[in-house]
């Protein structure tokens, strides 16, 4: 947990910008992809998810953006704040098993 | 609160000693999951139970048991037989068919001495 960051692609943003964090995926077939963050020392916590059949979902201060063409998924936050600071992961579920990318680490500056 | 509890947070082990792994969940789901997560990488499935009595090997199974005698229980040995046991390790539990929508615990950081 506290070291999962390490080695990661990190992204170090100032609070108040946006952040927009990638990930590829592998499974053409998935239905079904969910963003997770990781703060240092915790279990992943669910963020957003969307459906293969849309190509963009919004909540509260986040957008995931999906792209099936190139297999391409996205995570928008607005106004990032110093608690955004963590490990994100994106997963994949494909014959009802989740796939976890390998995560980015965000970095809020004040 | 409905919750998942992991049991240890910090579990040390000596080399060649089994040690288990404890996940409880009072939110009445049926599947339940372990991950492993190492620095730099993403999870990784071990086992999943999708219903009492029954389990199925994940991705990397090899050196690891569990069992899962209740619904609310699913505890991870980590044997002998594991080489690289150092590692974070997640549980989750979800609805069964909506594996998408688990619940994480807060993990067990477990070292080899």
């Known amino acids: 947990g506290e070291s999962v960051g390490l080695h990661l692609p990190t992204l170090s943003v100032q609070e108040g910008d946006n952040s927009i964090i990638n990930c590829a995926y592998s499974?053409?077939?998935?239905?079904?992809f969910i963003w997770y963050k990781q703060e240092s020392g915790k279990g992943p916590q669910f963020i957003i998810d969307?459906?293969?059949?849309?190509d963009k979902r919004q909540g509260q201060r986040v957008t995931v953006l999906l792209n099936k063409t190139v297999k391409h998924l996205s995570l928008q936050i607005a106004a990032t704040q110093p608690g955004d600071s963590a490990v994100y992961f994106c997963?994949?579920?494909?014959?009802?098993?989740?796939?976890f990318g390998k995560g980015n680490q965000v970095v809020v500056i004040p | 609160d409905g919750g998942i509890t992991q049991s240890p947070k910090y579990l040390f082990r000596k080399e060649g000693q089994n040690v288990t792994l404890s996940c409880e969940q009072n939110?009445?789901?049926?599947?339940m999951y372990w991950y492993r997560q190492d620095p730099g990488q993403g999870l990784r499935l071990i086992y999943y139970?999708?219903?009492?009595?029954?389990?199925q090997k994940g991705d990397i199974a090899e050196g690891y048991s569990v069992s899962r005698e209740k619904k609310e229980s699913f505890p991870l040995t980590v044997t002998s037989a594991q080489k690289n046991p150092t590692a974070f390790y997640l549980c989750?539990?979800?609805?069964?068919?909506?594996?998408?929508?688990?619940?994480f615990g807060q993990g067990t950081r477990l070292t080899v001495v």
């Open positions: 939110l009445n789901h049926d599947a």
């Open positions: 969307i459906r293969s059949n849309m």
């Open positions: 499974n053409s077939a998935s239905d079904y």
């Open positions: 989750a539990s979800s609805i069964v068919g909506r594996s998408a929508e688990a619940f």
């Open positions: 997963a994949e579920r494909g014959n009802n098993r989740l796939a």
């Open positions: 139970s999708q219903i009492v009595n029954d389990f």
